[in-house]
T-cell receptor, first 116, second 119 residues
């Protein structure tokens, strides 16, 4: 069974440009999460989809970030325009719906975003 | 205030020895779950072990065990018989509450501890 896949694995862009990150969750997982880790800091929650709906987007830093999950399958996270402080590793995670509170999240390998 | 604190930025352990990675947490929710994840150099976050706030016994998964001290709000990870492949970043995380309609809430992470196993 394929795990959570993220694309691209690395992205280097200039300030002001647009970048779109993609996440393919494990097939059948209705919960999809985006996280970000800025170097040296905690992994921070960005938002949570349940199927195609945004369950919780309290962690989104500002309106330059737009996440979508059309059809409830893969998700994209667009940063437009990118700023220097957006650099970091963006993780996607998924889990099945209806699990108990001990349901673990399955993570992808992340996208390393560098904004120059 | 930080909800998850990992005070050890880096740790060294000799191969075959045991090591304890510290984690303290802060929550007022009586229902919560504690997770440990491993992140090797490949980047993927790998689930290791889970402890629920109402669990009476400490969780164990193979060479991993969780030293859960509820009154002290600590959830230290113990790795027995360290192997070279255990060298990685280790993250402690917490989920508060019981979830919503079958949808579990997000995880709150600590800053991580980098473990290096020496041959």
């Amino acid at each position: 069974e394929a795990g959570v896949t993220q694309f691209p694995s690395h992205s280097v862009i200039e300030k002001g440009q647009t970048v779109t990150l993609r996440c393919d969750p494990i097939s059948g997982h209705d919960n999809l999460y985006w996280y970000r880790r800025v170097m040296g800091k905690e992994i921070k929650f960005l938002l949570h989809f349940v199927k195609e709906s945004k369950q919780d987007e309290s962690g989104m830093p500002n309106n330059r970030f737009l996440a979508e999950r059309t059809g409830g399958t893969y998700s994209t996270l667009k940063v437009q325009p990118a700023e220097l402080e957006d650099s970091g590793v963006y993780f996607c995670a998924s889990s099945p719906l209806g699990g108990r509170n001990n349901e673990k999240l399955f993570f992808g390998s992340g996208t390393q975003l560098s904004v120059l | 205030a930080q909800k998850i604190t990992q005070t050890q930025p880096g740790m060294f352990v000799q191969e075959k020895e045991a090591v304890t990675l510290d984690c303290t947490y802060d929550t007022s929710d009586p229902s919560y779950g504690l997770f440990w994840y491993k992140q090797p150099s490949s980047g993927e976050m790998i689930f290791l072990i889970y402890q629920g706030s109402y669990d009476q016994q400490n969780a164990t998964e193979g060479r991993y065990s969780l030293n859960f001290q509820k009154a002290r709000k600590s959830a230290n990870l113990v790795i027995s018989a360290s192997q070279l492949g255990d060298s990685a970043m280790y993250f402690c995380a917490m989920r508060e509450g019981r979830g919503y309609g079958g949808s579990q809430g997000n995880l709150i992470f600590g800053k991580g501890t980098k473990l290096s196993v020496k041959p």
